[in-house]
């Protein structure tokens, strides 16, 4: 799971970040707190650096997730609000861990198969909540749903 990038808007290159332009990893861009895609939140595009098309399920970002004015805890029992593409990593990350626990075959010590990365991810576009079914530059598959991720997930055969 990695941060997309914040470098949306006019200026933006069409790329996400490495390293959530890799293949297997799961990109991941910022909503706002009313579920639209933050201002700031780095857009995809259909071509890897090497100019290979990019296809299902590996095309940039794959999701988005609350990425606005995100409260955590700061130095010296202080709080703070950050906005960001990492920001909303947290809760996709966080998602993928409670997975895990329910489904422990699909931990990466259980299977080196890309396989199953593939179908976590395809669930992970079936689950996504306003769905779109097809691939956006700038929302990937829509806004993460931890628990209809969840239940997709449930519904691989064992890698």
């Known amino acids: 799971v990695a941060a997309a990038g914040n470098d949306g808007g006019n200026g933006d290159d069409g790329r996400v970040s490495v390293p959530s332009n890799v293949p297997l990893a799961i990109s991941v861009g910022a909503s706002s707190q009313g579920g639209d895609l933050w201002d700031n939140s780095s857009k995809g595009n259909q071509v890897t650096f090497d100019g290979e098309q990019r296809l299902h399920p590996n095309q940039k970002p794959e999701i988005i997730a ?4 995100i409260i955590s805890t700061g130095a010296e029992d202080s709080w ?6 990492s920001d ?3 809760f996709v990350t966080g998602a993928l861990a409670l997975i ?3 489904q422990p075959q699909l931990r990466s010590s259980a299977t ?3 396989s199953c990365i593939g179908e976590v991810k395809q669930s992970l576009r079936l689950s996504a909540s306003d769905s779109i079914y097809q691939h956006d530059d700038s929302l990937g ?3 993460l749903d931890a628990g209809a991720w969840l239940e997709e997930v449930r519904k691989i055969p064992n890698c």
């Open 66 to 69: 609350p990425g606005v004015g």
């Open 80 to 85: 703070f609000s950050s906005s960001g593409t």
């Open 88 to 90: 909303s990593t947290v």
């Open 100 to 102: 895990l626990e329910d």
């Open 112 to 114: 080196q198969d890309s």
């Open 141 to 143: 598959y829509g806004n």
